[in-house]
């Protein structure tokens, strides 16, 4: 083989030797021969907006939509963003989902041989990014009451760590930080804070330490609340500088489709669609969560998010494929901290949520 390509294939070979693959639950599916129409409750989709109704905004979109383009509402959503957020435009970042912003931020804050931080059990892409960059991080749990342990995460701290993932509210325990711990680690860590938000709807306290603090970011998503996962837009709030020096020189010219911002142009501008479905889903994740709790054998943590974890006496892998062959799909998170056998239920409409706890009341019978 020449010895020029034996050099990209080696460096090919040594991400994927070293990366994690990313797990959806949907692995599974593939070598399962279960019923063909799945309930998919494992990937935090918003269930309660109709699908109606975001088809028909969509439809309006295409009306006046031309592909040829690369024209698009991008500066009125970033516009629409920042007054959502008591935030300037300016502060605002675009992105094919949260995703894609994460990976913009690792790639381009952390040099060869810095180092990082993630507060774990957290969401798996942190780690799977800072794995592609060949970044070395330390993993700090959390502690057993899942709120975040500053002390410790800042004497984990060594002369070359720049940036910290910090989820809030947590995937997959489902709980929210401190204002004050946050507060406290953005003041006394010196590192970039990466605070993911994806599972809020909206939070401006957090947005007022952008006034205090240049050292944070904040992530959200148009993947949950907002009910479009699908169309791909997660957006980032920092300091102007930080944002500008992200959007001018490294964010792709067009990161998003200009069809799915027009489509979130919209959809803000009908925004009681979104309250009314994320209060239908805070009234649904109560009653799941006393239905959960009334179940013997199982423990469910109280939830800030569109989902909810709850820990099973028995072994979590199967109880995931048994509930399969009921039709209905969940995470298999299997440990978290002391809890060995959890699984992680994204919150969907009442008559789903029936389905699902009946089955797992079968399951465990
Ligand atoms: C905590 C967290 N952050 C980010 C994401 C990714 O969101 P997006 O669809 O915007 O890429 C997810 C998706 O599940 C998530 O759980």
Redesign the pocket.
Known sequence: MNPQRIRWMKNLCDIADRVSIYSSSSDILSDSSEPTKILNLS??ENLFLEVATLKRIMFEVLDAYDPRLYRSNYEELRKDLGALNAANPEQILL??????I?DLLVRSVLAPKDHAIVICP??S?YGILLQCNGTLYTEVPLRSDFSMDVDSILSSIKPNTRLIFL?SP??PTGNKQSLESIERLVRESGCLIVL?E??LTINTSSVKLLEKYDNLVI?R????SYGI?GL???YALSNNTLISILQNRIQYPFPVSSFSIDVAVRLLENYSLIQSADTRMRTQRSRTFADLKSIRGVTPFPSECNFILFDVEADSREVQRDLLKYGILVRNIDNVLDFSNCLRVTIAPEDMMKQFTTALMEVLS
């Open positions: 990937a935090n992105g094919n989902g949260s995703d894609q994460l957290t969401f892409m989820c947590n995937n993911d994806a599972y992530l998503t148009f993947s949950k996962a791909r837009i997660g």
